[in-house]
């Protein structure tokens, strides 16, 4: 079955380091989607893409990057690791055809930044 | 810039009852798609319940059901029969003609015994 995969699912680092979360799916989707979530603001869009090579900010793209080599995965990387960023990050993927778009979601990564 | 209110950040029903999950949404496009999503404490995002703007008719999936009022923007949930499996942050998300989501805040569903 296809599936949208993320690891870790679990990471504790420090201030000032990189880290970077992995997102893979195997639906075959062109659309990939990156979400922070926070107590009081549910999902926030942070990065998109819409296919190989295209890459787009959300509206919390400060401090965060992606890049998209290929159709199956979209790593986001944290350049300098912030106290802030703690959160909890989704990656979803939906197919670049019309109607409903469903997005599929991954199970999360608990990031915390010490 | 579109945006998705949800007011109410905590609701509680007994088994067996029916709640409603408000949800308003601001927007000046006339074609756009509207979701509800259940976050269990698995944190799993799942799909409840999908309506596209231009059918009048209401969406209504088993026990889910929403009430669509276009010209209120206003996009609720309601859910009948309410089961203890139902407890869950519940999120309202708008789409337009683009791919990307915008979620609301969620509200919080207990389901007391």
């Known amino acids: 079955d296809a599936e949208i995969t993320q690891s870790p699912r679990h990471k504790i680092t420090e201030t000032g380091r990189q880290v970077t979360l992995a997102c893979h799916q195997t639906?075959?989707?062109?659309?990939m989607f990156w979400y922070r979530q926070d107590l009081g603001h549910g999902l926030r869009l942070i990065h998109y893409s819409y296919g190989v090579q295209d890459t787009n900010k959300g509206e919390v793209s400060d401090g965060y990057s992606v890049s998209r080599s290929n159709t199956e995965d979209l790593p986001l990387t944290l350049e300098s690791a912030a106290s802030s960023q703690t959160s909890v990050y989704f990656c979803?993927?939906?197919?670049?055809?019309?109607?409903?778009?469903?997005?599929?979601f991954g199970p999360g990564t608990r990031l915390t930044v010490l | 810039a579109q945006t998705v209110t949800q007011s109410q950040p905590e609701m509680s029903v007994q088994e067996a009852e029916t709640v409603t999950l408000s949800c308003t949404y601001d927007?000046?496009?006339?074609?756009?798609?509207l979701f509800w999503y259940k976050q269990p404490p698995s944190r799993q995002m799942i799909l409840v319940i999908r309506q596209e703007a231009y059918k009048q008719q209401n969406a209504t999936e088993n026990r889910f059901s929403v009430n669509f009022q276009k010209a209120a923007k206003s996009f609720s949930l309601k859910i009948s029969d309410s089961q203890l499996g139902d407890a869950a942050m519940y999120f309202c998300a708008y789409r337009s003609s683009g791919s990307r989501l915008t979620f609301g805040e969620g509200t919080q569903l207990t389901v007391n015994p």
């Open positions: 979803a993927s939906s197919a670049a055809a019309g109607g409903y778009n469903e997005q599929f």
């Open positions: 927007t000046s496009e006339s074609d756009y798609y």
């Open positions: 639906w075959n989707h062109n659309n």
